[in-house]
């Protein structure tokens, strides 16, 4: 049964609805679904949950603009916005009160005629999760319906005992397959694509299989600073925010065995093998290097953005060096390396293979494979060749495909939130976070911040490559980083 046809409609409620998230992602994915013929109003109606005075039309009139920002293609499209219009409503309640949920259970039951699929999706601060989803129980509004899906936004707590706090709340109301922990980075093109990549070409699956792998490094930097996210920041910090997530999905996708089967239990399985047997190169000193933004005299330093401590310590920059602890990869290096306001903006994957030798003994650059997730989407392979000519000399050159520079591809590759929003009403959980994924990446992160009370916070000024020291981590092993270099704005519509 897939979530998407009319016998079984959806009724999609967001709690927070009127938040940043709402306008920014969710209705213009929604109205990119809505122009591929994927939603209507008939398999589809969006409810907005919040405490301002808005009424239906006013809501609309907000989240119009919105969807002319952000929406993917087509963003004048009157037919589109007429229909899109038809499934959105506001629904205004405080979520604190339980007694405003009986009136929010029978307006959601007016809405079809029909058996209905509830998605019930947070976007709120994780200390609300138990508080909704408790009310939702309590108020019988979840035995109203043939199904039920929760979809809730990172972060999943801010240490392992909270995320497991939270968890067990919300496990009173939903069950694990009712759960849908997003991640947009699983949801993004390159790095679904990572698993094609490896076990779709045997020149790549037998390097990995055989140890031929050198280091592999993952690069996550933005120039923008913290923006106007200062509070909830200076008590997370680059760690926390992008490796715990993001960088360690990307991560256990790039070590992990072939799952067995294509089924999201085997992929989720096969990942978190990885995490079990991760753990830091080197010292704490040695492995986890943290960095903190500072101004160059124009932009300011992180203590001075807004609604962050003058005197915090929260890191803006985090380098790890772990090891997978398993052959054939025990001795090699997994560095991970994300910060904001760096002087490239720019996500990707460099797997340095083994050092090429020649038979005359001469020694080779080694082969690189960069898979490219963002803002380029692309990849390319770094090989040896002969300089034309009269001559024996060698030259490292690119094999390089960048997939968002075709147009097409632009076209046929959806944002992030609409793969998701899709997937999930669609009940497929392949590209979302299982709660053993939540669980353990935690785990690891907690340990690193309790063993690195003594590293030392570097700083670096704004809009550069980051501090000296995560450089100097690498050359302990005779390693440098390998900086993609990036096509540019290339691929706006
Ligand atoms: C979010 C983090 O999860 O990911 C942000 O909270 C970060 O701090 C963002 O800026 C990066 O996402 P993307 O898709 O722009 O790489």
Not at 97 to 110: F, P
Not at 114 to 143: D, G, M, N, W
Not at 256 to 262: A, C, F, L, V
Not at 379 to 398: A, C, W
């Amino acid at each position: 049964m897939t979530g998407l046809d009319s016998n079984h409609p959806n009724v999609f409620v967001i709690f927070g609805g009127t938040g940043d998230l709402t306008y920014r992602k969710l209705l213009p994915a929604f109205y990119d679904l809505v122009l591929q013929g994927v939603f209507d109003a008939n398999n589809l109606k969006i409810v907005i949950i919040g405490r301002r005075d808005y009424n239906s039309q006013t809501f609309l009139d907000r989240a119009l603009m919105g969807i002319e920002a952000n929406a993917r293609f087509k963003k004048e499209d009157l037919e589109a916005k007429q229909k899109l219009s038809q499934m959105v409503s506001y629904y205004k309640m405080d979520y604190h009160d339980l007694a405003s949920y009986a009136g929010l259970r029978e307006y959601l039951s007016s809405l079809f005629e029909t058996a209905v699929r509830y998605q019930f999706y947070l976007a709120v601060a994780p200390s609300s999760f138990s508080i909704i989803t408790e009310k939702l129980r309590l108020s019988h509004i979840l035995e109203d319906v043939s199904a039920k899906q929760l979809l809730i936004e990172k972060p999943f707590g801010n240490d392992l005992q909270s995320a497991i706090d939270i968890n067990a709340m919300i496990l009173k109301s939903f069950k694990e397959d009712e759960i849908y922990r997003i991640d947009h980075y699983l949801a993004k093109e390159m790095i679904i694509n990572i698993m094609t990549i490896r076990f779709g070409n045997q020149v790549f699956e037998s390097l990995w299989k055989y140890g031929e792998i050198d280091n592999i490094q993952i690069t996550a930097t933005e120039t923008i600073g913290v923006e106007d996210r200062g509070s909830y920041y200076d008590h997370s910090g680059a760690l926390e925010d992008m490796v715990q997530s993001h960088l360690l999905q990307v991560l256990t996708l790039l070590m992990m065995k072939e799952p067995t089967d294509d089924s999201p239990e085997a992929i989720h399985t096969a990942q978190t093998e990885v995490l079990k047997n991760l753990e830091l190169f080197d010292t704490i000193e040695n492995s986890y290097i943290r960095g903190q933004y500072v101004s160059d005299g124009k932009v300011n330093s992180y203590r001075d953005e807004e609604r962050v401590d003058p005197q915090s310590s929260t890191e803006t920059y985090a380098a790890v060096e772990f090891r997978y602890n398993k052959e054939p990869f025990k001795d090699v290096p997994i560095y991970v390396r994300t910060g904001k306001r760096m002087d490239k903006a720019g996500t990707y994957v460099a797997v340095q293979f083994k050092p090429s030798k020649m038979y005359d003994g001469r020694e080779l650059d080694p082969n690189v494979l960069i898979i490219r997730i963002g803002p380029d989407e692309g990849i390319y392979l770094r090989v040896n060749i002969k300089k034309p000519g009269i001559t024996s000399e060698v030259q490292p050159i690119k094999m390089d495909f960048c997939q968002s520079c075709i147009l097409e591809n632009r076209y046929n590759t959806p944002q992030a939130y609409e793969r998701l929003l899709r997937m999930a009403l669609e009940q497929d959980h392949t590209l979302f976070a299982s709660w053993d994924f939540a669980n353990i990446s935690w785990e690891i992160i907690d340990a690193i911040q309790k063993r690195a009370i003594n590293n030392m916070l570097h700083e670096y000024e704004v809009f550069s490559s980051g501090p000296d020291a995560a450089d100097e981590m690498l050359e302990r092993n005779g390693h440098y980083w390998i900086n993609d270099t990036v096509y540019g704005e290339t691929f706006k519509f």
